[in-house]
T-cell receptor, first 112, second 115 residues
Framework: QKEVEQNSGPLSVPEGAIASLNCTYS??????FFWYRQYSGKSPELIMF????GDKEDGRFTAQLNKASQYVSLLIRDSQPSDSATYLC????????????FGQGTELSVKP | DGGITQSPKYLFRKEGQNVTLSCEQN?????MYWYRQDPGQGLRLIYY???????QKGDIAEGYSVSREKKESFPLTVTSAQKNPTAFYLC??????????????FGQGTRLTVV
């Protein structure tokens, strides 16, 4: 079992719709969770991080964490064509020895 | 401005040749990482270091070597033992404060091609 798993996609949504990206992780000791966006040929950039169970909102983005079920999700409201990118979930915690582990990424395509 | 600088942006390697990728940060971060990314794939951890003069293997360390002689620098050498080195290489750094808020900052990446 991979430590961090994401659906590879591609996920296609129409402009203005809600895009839902999911991530599961295997280590129950994980403490912090990150969502990165990566445009083709570029390095990842941080969108959001979350540490506590529940929802965290930042503009059009909402991160949701459920530690009991070991999943973290990212919702993008009012999706725009500029949101088209690969979204990477990353997990860090004591049980990973301080290392940051990434999922394989989900490719999102927002159609005008 | 603080940040992470990787060089070169593009690198070509001949068969059987060792090459070194540079990564320098001025963020005063404790931990540094090297990741490899293949087309359409996520980031796979090669090596990481949490303190000067110490580093640990990641998931795909074979054929790679690193050093951490200074806090600011974490160079990666791709040796001739790495049979399929063509990939996008990303260096990252994080603070280690025990609080879990270890956001990673990335360099702009080095694209390595075997010719």
């Amino acid at each position: 079992q991979k430590e961090v798993e994401q659906n590879s996609g591609p996920l296609s949504v129409p402009e203005g719709a809600i895009a839902s990206l999911n991530c599961t992780y295997s280590d129950r000791g994980s403490q912090s969770f990150f969502w990165y966006r990566q445009y083709s040929g570029k390095s990842p950039e941080l969108i959001m991080f979350i540490y506590s169970n529940g929802d965290k909102e930042d503009g059009r983005f909402t991160a949701q964490l459920n530690k009991a079920s070991q999943y973290v999700s990212l919702l993008i409201r009012d999706s725009q064509p500029s949101d088209s990118a690969t979204y990477l979930c990353a997990v860090n915690g004591d049980n990973q020895g301080g290392k940051l582990i990434f999922g394989q990424g989900t490719e999102l395509s927002v159609k005008p | 401005d603080g940040g992470i600088t990787q060089s070169p942006k593009y690198l070509f390697r001949k068969e059987g040749q060792n090459v070194t990728l540079s990564c320098e940060q001025n963020l005063n971060h404790d931990a540094m990482y090297w990741y490899r990314q293949d087309p359409g794939q996520g980031l796979r951890l090669i090596y990481y270091s949490q303190i000067v003069n110490d580093f640990q293997k990641g998931d795909i360390a074979e054929g790679y070597s690193v050093s951490r002689e200074k806090k600011e620098s974490f160079p990666l050498t791709v040796t001739s033992a790495q049979k399929n080195p063509t990939a996008f290489y990303l260096c990252a750094s994080t603070i280690l404060n025990g609080g879990g808020d270890t956001e990673a900052f990335f360099g702009q990446g080095t694209r390595l091609t075997v010719v």
